[in-house]
C-alpha cells in the first residue's frame, strides 16, 4: 500500500509543477486548444473527443492504431494537467535559443558570435522572405545596431528574440 501513495505523491507534484513552467497567456492557449478537443466536454481527452477533433479538422479516416498510440504518449486520463504536462515534455527538450543560434553559427565558423552587417542585409534582402532594404535599415539595425566595426552580436539578438529585451531598471 506505501509504493501507491509514493507514485500518487509523485505524480501531484510533476502536476502542480507544470504550471510554473508556462506563463498565464501560453497556459490560457492550451486550456482554449484543450476545450476545443474536448468535444463531449467531460473535462478528459478520450479517443471519441480524439476522432471529432480530426473530423473537424477535415481528416475523416484516422485508424485507430493512430489514436490509440496518441492516447498511450498519456500516463492515464487526459484531463488539462496531463494534457499541459505533456506539452510541457514535449516542449521541454526543444530549446528555441540554442536552435536558433546553430542557425547563426552556420554562417560564422570560426565562432565569433559576430556577423558582418553587409552580410547581414544581402542574406535578408536576398533569400526566403525577403526583406527590404528599408525594412532591414529601419526595423532590424534600428533595433539591433551593429557595433562600429559593422559586425552584428547574434548571440545578443538571440537572447532577446527568445527572452524578450530587459527590463529597464526604474
Known amino acids: 500500500m506505501i509504493a501507491p501513495k509514493k507514485a500518487k505523491k509523485r505524480a501531484e ?3 502542480s509543477n507544470v504550471f510554473s513552467m508556462f506563463e498565464q497567456a501560453q497556459i490560457q492557449e492550451f486550456k482554449e ?7 463531449n466536454r467531460d473535462g478528459f481527452i478520450d479517443k471519441n473527443d480524439l476522432r471529432d477533433t480530426f473530423a473537424a479538422l477535415g481528416r475523416l479516416n484516422v485508424k485507430q492504431e493512430e489514436l490509440d498510440d496518441m492516447l498511450k504518449e498519456a500516463p492515464g486520463p487526459i484531463n488539462f494537467t496531463v494534457f499541459l504536462t505533456m506539452f510541457g515534455e514535449k516542449l521541454k527538450g526543444a530549446d528555441p535559443e540554442e536552435t536558433i543560434l546553430n542557425a547563426f553559427k552556420v554562417f560564422d565558423p570560426e565562432g565569433k558570435g559576430t556577423l558582418k552587417k553587409d552580410f547581414v542585409t544581402e542574406m535578408l534582402t536576398t ?3 525577403r526583406f527590404s532594404p528599408e525594412e532591414v535599415r529601419c526595423q532590424m539595425f534600428t ?3 551593429p557595433d562600429v566595426a559593422g559586425n552584428l552580436d547574434y548571440k545578443n ?3 532577446i528574440i527568445t527572452h524578450g529585451e530587459e ?3 526604474e
Open 13 to 15: 507534484g510533476a502536476n
Open 33 to 39: 486548444a484543450f476545450t476545443i478537443m474536448d468535444q
Open 127 to 129: 533569400q526566403a522572405d
Open 143 to 145: 533595433a539591433f545596431p
Open 157 to 159: 539578438l538571440v537572447y
Open 167 to 169: 527590463k529597464d531598471q
